[in-house]
């Protein structure tokens, strides 16, 4: 005899297909955005609630990210496991939609990554942000440009 573990029925039921209540044939989350959740809790989740550049289209600091770095944009998508010229920018990009309050899945559907590729460039950044010069001076003098370009 199998028995399902509480968790298993608390998920089905969230998912609509057990004891949920419903009988208008939806399934699933109503939304994403649970206001019964603290803000810290909310965060957690993935979605990231800001007052502050909060209405900046990500589409607008991509195309201000291109414009300062002049690298077009495809070139992010290139992989970064063989020694190539962009991998800075990658972290620099990352950086950029994280200044912006971005989280993380939403920087890596940027990139055609995982959000978990996006953690991994994110703390490559603060690393050489620490460790190299260059890499600090060149991404604050790019960060400058763009949010001047942005009028932020």
Aim: hydrophobic share 30%; with cysteine.
């Amino acid at each position: 005899m199998y028995l399902q573990s509480r968790f298993q029925l608390l998920r089905q039921a969230a998912e609509g297909r057990v004891g949920s209540g419903r009988n208008d044939g939806r399934r699933g989350r109503k939304g994403l955005y649970h206001s019964s959740l603290s803000l810290k809790k909310e965060v957690g989740r993935g979605s990231v609630h800001s007052e502050d550049n909060r209405d900046m289209k990500t589409l607008d600091i991509a195309l201000a990210f291109q414009y300062v770095t002049q690298v077009p944009f495809e070139n992010l998508f290139e992989d970064c496991r063989k020694d190539n010229e962009f991998r800075h920018l990658k972290y620099w990009w990352t950086a950029t939609c994280r200044f912006f309050k971005r989280s993380y899945p939403q920087i890596g559907e940027t990139l055609g990554r995982d959000h978990s590729t996006c953690v991994f460039y994110y703390k490559r950044h603060l690393k050489m942000m620490d460790d190299e010069k260059w890499y600090r001076e060149g991404y604050f003098k790019m960060l400058d440009e763009l949010l001047t370009r942005l009028g932020a």
